[in-house]
């Protein structure tokens, strides 16, 4: 079964995805062990995890790169974060074609310009593209795939840039009349009032996708409500935990001049062991290495 046949029938079985994101194999395999029916390789988290700004300086293939890592150490569907595809629609084919390859279950990409300025921060440029130039990305995009299970979701960013639901609702009409897949409606508001608005006014057939990060209400109880999301976004949690955590045992082995305080509140080393599976390779060595 391909990985985007086993998204689609997730969503289909439970009426509606919750993904995580993640910017390492080590995040992604929590994510898995946590319950969450897919994995955002998320362009933003993958740009903090190399001290970057989320300004298209990470490159295709680092990202790619860490798309096959993921891959290889979780089981669950990945929806890869291409931003705005790495500039035109030729550049969009070949991203399709590499991220179908290394075991993705689908894109995202957006209708900004690039380089892009990711979209929550404060007085951000947020330039976006004509209509007419992302159909023009996503015409090919489907075109390329080479399995229909694999999605194209397309995002359309009319409401971060200020340019209100009527513009959201027109892009994201035209978007579906393309062939995507889904439509990704983002929202800088720091509650769930412009992003409900825009859900309550699509009739379109394909789902909406959401990333409720401004708007943490918007819990799973609600976003059921609208009877229309077919997947949520947890965009940057991942990152901002481990952030969180590090801070935190840094600063208390600081403060206390040692480890001794901290120790017993992280988890054993031997946990680590079994996430990076040294169990299996004990096992193997026993097996197929003389003398073991």
Not at 62 to 68: A, E, I, K, T
Not at 252 to 270: E, Q
């Amino acid at each position: 079964m391909s990985m985007g046949r086993k998204l689609r029938d997730r969503i289909v079985l439970t009426g509606l995805a919750h993904v995580m994101a993640a910017h390492s194999p080590l995040s992604a395999r929590l994510a898995e062990e946590a319950g969450f029916d897919g994995i955002w390789a998320s362009g933003f988290e993958l740009s903090a995890l190399y001290c970057l700004a989320d300004v298209s300086l990470i490159s295709m293939s680092q990202h790619l790169d860490m798309v096959r890592a993921m891959a290889d150490s979780s089981s669950l569907p990945i929806i890869a974060d291409i931003d705005t595809g790495f500039d035109n629609a030729i550049n969009v084919m070949h991203a399709v074609r590499q991220y179908e390859r290394a075991g993705a279950a689908a894109v995202v990409n957006e209708d900004k310009c690039f380089p892009k300025v990711t979209s929550l921060v404060e007085a951000g440029r947020q330039e976006l593209v004509t209509t007419e130039e992302f159909v023009g990305k996503i015409e090919p995009a489907i075109a390329t795939r080479s399995c229909p299970d694999f999605m194209i979701i397309a995002r359309t960013e009319a409401l971060i840039a200020d340019q209100g639901e009527a513009e959201a609702l027109k892009r994201a009409y035209a978007y579906e009349a393309a062939g995507a897949d889904m439509i990704l409606i983002h929202s800088k508001q720091k509650t769930a009032d412009e992003v409900g608005s825009f859900v309550r006014a699509w009739v379109g057939e394909k789902p909406i996708v959401i990333v409720p990060t401004a708007y943490p209400e918007m819990n799973e109880m609600r976003i059921r409500q609208s009877g229309k999301i077919a997947i949520v976004i947890y965009g940057n949690h991942a990152i901002r935990a481990a952030v969180t955590a590090m801070q935190e045992v840094f600063a208390r082995i600081v403060k206390d001049r040692g480890l001794h305080n901290i120790n017993r509140d992280i988890v054993p080393v031997d946990e680590i062991f079994r996430l990076q599976g040294m169990g299996s390779i004990k096992e193997n060595e026993m097996r197929f290495l003389p003398g073991s």
